[in-house]
């Protein structure tokens, strides 16, 4: 959990963090989750993420922070995480102790104390009866902006309705993670935002509503536990009194619906129309501002956060920087800069030579193994080092760029100027 506050001039004048595994041993998680005995079922402790909370205040608190001159606060949370809050929790949010950190207040609070994250694959089957009620996964990426995803939110409900019905009748609020915290500060149940709810399977993203033919493929009486979405930049009403008897917060601090990091990504780089931003990770991420989608099977469309009326896309790759290592070391002997000399050496287009590298089943496109061809299209076993750096390389960005065309990015032609 990570805080930062910045003057209004964009200044940095405060960060801090609070690790979870390291300074919430208790709660025993590796990288903040359980990973349960299936390999495919992965969740986060909720009271973990309010305690975190809870522990970075009292660290602002004791550095000497001032919150009585904060104006606003708004937040990201890790998209497709859920957080089900049990019914009559509404009243222990309004009315918290501010005697006590907030963790124990909220400690019976969730009919879910374990919440399903991104991470989590173990709704195959959910996934394909959606797909299925709606007409298949083209027509539900036309309604949502993507096929079903087991990491999904829709998918993740309907995997808790089904196997614990009184569970899920026992939930008054679904909220997602950045929902849920903003729900911390408002102390009242705050909406779920256009962005991070396309990151579900059940936002109609063209209406901004949900559909209905979604959500009764998911669970009965859905709706009433989502509540109504909001745009990304709504500001939800004044803090809580609990943070301004505990900290000293003005009871004039406005709260700002929290979005999805992802979309919280798009507005950070400040991305406007046209743009494109690549994110150069263990899996590589590539995400653009764009005004007419095309949702495809591949790749997911959301609402754009900084305006309402357009869209953002996103692709991701698995077989990122960890295949870009491993070239460097078979053919530059783990060295950047000989990788970087190999590349400069060779032509661009690489001679017609042309390279498809996953070692790991990549996402976009469903495809694994290595696979080169020759100028003449003819599939050959091996290159160069040299031409095998460029093709990595250029077979990366290439299918980043057909990709991204494919859900409606238009490539401006260059005019020698800008």
Wanted: charged share 20%; proline share 5%; net charge negative.
């Amino acid at each position: 959990l990570k805080v930062i506050a910045i003057d209004e001039q964009l200044r940095v004048i405060y960060e801090d963090n609070v690790h979870f595994d390291k300074d919430l041993p208790e709660f025993k998680t590796q990288g903040g989750v359980y990973i349960h005995s299936d390999r495919l079922t992965v969740t986060s402790p909720v009271l973990m993420w309010v305690k975190a909370l809870d522990m970075i205040l009292e660290k602002m608190k004791s550095s000497g922070f001032n919150f009585s001159q904060v104006r606003a606060l708004s937040g990201a949370g890790q998209q497709h995480g859920s957080v089900y809050w049990k019914k009559g929790s509404i009243q222990m949010l309004k009315n918290p102790s501010s005697q006590l950190p907030l963790h124990q207040s909220l400690k019976d609070c969730f009919s879910v104390g374990n919440s399903p994250i991104w991470m989590d694959s173990s709704t195959a089957s959910q996934c394909s009866a959606l797909e299925k009620a709606v007409g298949g996964a083209q027509c539900l990426a036309g309604i949502t902006g993507s096929r079903a995803y087991e990491r999904f939110t829709g998918n993740q409900i309907a995997k808790i309705y089904s196997q614990n019905p009184e569970v899920y009748m026992q939930t008054e609020r679904i909220s997602l993670v950045s929902s849920f915290a903003a729900s911390l500060f408002l102390g009242a149940y705050a909406p779920i935002d256009y962005s991070d709810g396309s990151g579900m399977n059940l936002l109609q993203i063209w209406e901004k509503v949900w559909s209905a033919s979604c959500l009764d493929a998911c669970a009965p009486g859905l709706e009433e536990k989502l509540g109504c979405p909001v745009p990304s930049h709504s500001v939800l009403g004044p803090i809580s009194p609990y943070y301004c008897q505990r900290y000293g917060f003005s009871p004039d601090c406005k709260v700002v619906a929290f979005t999805g990091d992802n979309p919280a990504s798009l507005a950070g780089m400040r991305l406007q129309e046209g743009d494109i931003a690549i994110s150069l990770g263990t899996s590589d991420t590539l995400f653009l501002w764009i005004q007419e989608p095309t949702p495809a099977l591949e790749g997911h469309i959301f609402c754009n956060p900084v305006d309402s009326q357009t869209y953002m896309a996103l692709l991701c790759f698995k077989n990122g920087s960890l295949m870009r290592e491993r070239i460097r070391d078979d053919c530059a002997s783990g060295s950047w800069d000989e990788f970087s000399k190999a590349l400069s050496s060779t032509a661009a287009g690489n001679n017609g030579n042309l390279g498809f590298y996953f070692d790991v089943m990549e996402i976009t496109p469903e495809a694994v193994g290595i696979h080169r061809f020759n100028r003449d299209n003819q599939k050959v076993s091996d290159f160069p080092k040299e031409v095998e750096i460029r093709a990595l390389i250029e077979g990366q960005f290439m299918a980043k760029r057909i990709h991204a065309e494919k859900l409606g990015y238009k490539v401006s032609k260059y005019d020698g100027k800008s």
